[in-house]
Nanobody, 125 residues
Framework: VQLQASGGGAVQSGDSLRLSCVGS????????IAWFRQAQGKVREFVGA????????YYADSVKSRFTIDRDNAKSTVYLRMNSLKTEDTAVYFC???????????????????WGQGTQVTVSS
């Protein structure tokens, strides 16, 4: 599956932003979709993920209660809704996919085989 992330931008602390990840090439509902982010000079880190049917989203502790992931398989799209943004949320955000074979929690870069190109989110104080 090919992925394309979009929706990034420059916002101020406390603002909200919604990122989109659109899939193509394979049946989108076959895949668990995750979001990762990578700040300058840092390793890529897990943000959250959602199962093929949109149930059981799970998140990194750093974003839990502020970020929400949902999906619309009819549009082959997963959304990352980010509220109460902080300066430490500044990063390039990537979406990634793995075939969903029935649940489980996957938080590592190596768990995902397909990646989008990334979209920059910059939060200023």
């Amino acid at each position: 599956v090919q992925l394309q992330a979009s929706g990034g931008g420059a916002v101020q602390s406390g603002d909200s932003l919604r990122l989109s990840c659109v899939g193509s090439g394979r049946p989108f509902s076959n895949y668990m979709i995750a979001w990762f982010r990578q700040a300058q000079g840092k390793v890529r880190e897990f943000v959250g993920a959602v199962s093929w049917n949109g149930n059981w989203p799970y998140y990194a502790d750093s974003v839990k209660s502020r970020f929400t992931i949902d999906r619309d398989n009819a549009k082959s799209t997963v959304y990352l809704r980010m509220n109460s943004l902080k300066t430490e949320d500044t990063a390039v955000y990537f979406c990634a996919a793995r075939e969903d074979r029935g649940g489980g929690y996957f938080r590592y870069v190596a768990d995902y085989s397909s990646w989008g190109q990334g979209t920059q989110v910059t939060v200023s104080s």
